[in-house]
């Protein structure tokens, strides 16, 4: 075994398989380190609304950078709730609510911890 591996290192070609498997294993590691450390938390969200929630999206909270909708084609009614389950690696996420009048709703929650959102008819709403 020994004599092989040392004619493994000692070719050019097994040279390179050698440093590839290192590479793929520290990488690995690296990924399993970080979905490791960014627990899944849930957001109860109710719609205390009069409108429809159409779409839910998650971006870092000092920007504007949406990921795809949370609700995939779904929506929340008037007086319904809303459970979900995100991953995190930053402290805070900002959730953006979109209703049935194309308007737009935001709040800031904790990302390592489960929370709460309320949406009611008096909740700020982006509407341009």
Known sequence: MKNTLIAIRGSR???????LVALLSLFAGVTLRSA??????GVNLVNNSGLEIRA???S??????????QLNGAFISPGGTYIFNYSWDQP????I???SDGCFLTTTVDA???SAWTITSNSPRNCG
């Not at 070609?13 to 440093?19: A, P, T």
């Not at 870092?60 to 909708?69: K, L």
């Open 13 to 19: 070609c097994g040279f390179r398989l050698l440093m």
């Open 97 to 99: 609510a979109e209703d």
């Open 56 to 58: 839910l999206y998650l």
């Open 36 to 41: 490791a450390s960014t627990p899944a938390v």
């Open 92 to 95: 805070t996420v900002k959730i």
């Open 112 to 114: 390592a911890a489960n």
């Open 60 to 69: 870092p909270a000092d920007n504007d950078n949406w990921g795809p909708d």
